[in-house]
C-alpha cells in the first residue's frame, strides 16, 4: 500500500468540495433533475480547473492532467461542449498523461468534435 | 473469537471524508437499507488477499450502518424518484465510503468524472477504487470478477481495491490489488 501524497491544503478542501458535487449531479442526472444535474458539474468543472493549477504549482503535473480531464468531463456533462473540447485537447498536449488514459480521451474529442 | 460489531451513523460520511458532501448517495444506500430494518443495517464484508499483501486485515468483517428518521423522511420525499438500479449504483458507493474511512482508512477519496463515467481515487491518486452494487446474491462474485478485470486494465502503476457489495443479503468483498506483472508489491516505476 502506498503512503498518502501531500497535496497542498487547498488543493485537498477543493477535492473533497469538488467529489461531492460530481456524486450528486450524478444521482441528479440519474433521477432526470437535469437543471440541478448541470449546475454541480459546472461548478465541479470550474473547481477542478482551479485543482489542476494548484497541482501544476506544486509539482504534481499528472495528477494535474488528471484533473484537467476531469474538468473536460464536467464541462462536457454541463453541456458545455466548446470549453470541454478545448480542455481534452489542452490535456492531450500534456507529456503527463497517463498513457492509459490517451485512448480515452482521444475517442471523447472524437465524440465531441460530431457534437 | 467474537468480533466487536461497529455501529457507524450513515450520516456521518461528510465528517469522515470532510467536506465531501453527498446526501442523495446516502439517500441511496438507506432506501436500500431500509428493506432490512427501520433504522440499522448489518454488513459482513469478506476482506480478500489483504493477509497475502502482509496486511493486519481480519478476512471477515462485520459492522452495523445506522440512519435517522430525518434522513427516513428524506428517502421518502425522494425515493420514487429512483429507478432500482441507480439506488443500488448509488447505494454502493455510500457503504464504500463508510469501508474505506472506518475499516481500512484509506482517505482521502477522490471522484472523478472521466468521460460520462466516475473513477475513484484514494490517498491523492495514489491509488485506484472500483464500486459496484447489486442486489442479486448470486451475481456477486461475477460483478467483483468483471470490476476486477476493469480494475487491472488501468492499473499500471498502483495498487487498487474492488468493493461490491449485495443489498439483498448485505454482504461485500473487498479485495486488494496490484499492477499485472508486479510480483514484489511495488511496481519498478515506484521504486
Redesign the interface.
Known amino acids: ?7 497542498p491544503e487547498e488543493a ?2 477543493l ?14 442526472q ?4 437535469f437543471d440541478e444535474s448541470r449546475t454541480r ?1 459546472l461548478k ?1 468543472a470550474e473547481i ?1 480547473e482551479q485543482i489542476t493549477a494548484l497541482l501544476d504549482e506544486a509539482n504534481e503535473q499528472e ?1 494535474a492532467t ?2 484537467l ?2 474538468a473536460a ?2 464541462y ?2 454541463a453541456g458545455n461542449y466548446t470549453k470541454a473540447l478545448a480542455l481534452f485537447q489542452e490535456a492531450m498536449t500534456r507529456d503527463a498523461m ?4 490517451r485512448k ?1 480521451i482521444e ?2 474529442i472524437r465524440q465531441l468534435g460530431t457534437l | 473469537m467474537t468480533q466487536d460489531i461497529h455501529s457507524y451513523a450513515i450520516e456521518d460520511i ?1 465528517q469522515w ?9 446516502i439517500s ?1 444506500a438507506v432506501a436500500l437499507m431500509m428493506e432490512h430494518g427501520e433504522n440499522a443495517c448489518c454488513f459482513t464484508v469478506e476482506c480478500r488477499d489483504w493477509k497475502n ?1 502482509g ?1 493486519d486485515i481480519p478476512d471477515v468483517v462485520k459492522f452495523k450502518v445506522i440512519w435517522s428518521q430525518e434522513t427516513v423522511e428524506r428517502v421518502r420525499r ?1 425515493l420514487t ?3 432500482r438500479h ?1 439506488l443500488i ?2 447505494g454502493a ?1 455510500a457503504i464504500a465510503c463508510i469501508a474505506i474511512a472506518k475499516i481500512f482508512d484509506l ?10 463515467g ?2 475513484y481515487w484514494l ?5 485506484m477504487l472500483e464500486v459496484s452494487g447489486t442486489e442479486r446474491a448470486d451475481e456477486l462474485e461475477r460483478r467483483h470478477r468483471e470490476k476486477t478485470e476493469q480494475l487491472l ?2 492499473l ?1 502503476r ?2 487498487g481495491y474492488v468493493f461490491v457489495c449485495c443489498f439483498t443479503n448485505c454482504r461485500a468483498i473487498f479485495s ?1 490489488h496490484r499492477p499485472r506483472g508486479d510480483r514484489n508489491g511495488r511496481n519498478k516505476e ?1 521504486s
Open positions: 500500500m502506498e503512503e498518502t501524497k501531500n497535496y485537498q478542501r477535492i473533497a468540495r469538488k467529489s461531492g458535487l460530481i456524486l450528486d449531479a450524478r444521482v441528479l440519474d433521477i432526470g433533475k458539474f465541479a477542478e495528477d488528471l484533473n480531464v476531469s468531463s464536467c462536457k456533462m497517463p498513457k492509459e488514459m480515452k475517442i471523447l | 461528510s471524508h470532510p467536506n465531501v458532501e453527498c446526501e442523495h448517495v441511496c499483501e496486511l425522494t424518484m429512483f429507478h441507480h449504483e448509488h458507493i482517505r482521502p477519496l477522490e471522484v472523478m468524472q472521466i468521460g460520462n466516475a473513477d490517498k491523492n491518486k495514489q491509488e486494465e488501468s499500471t498502483r495498487y486488494i515506484l
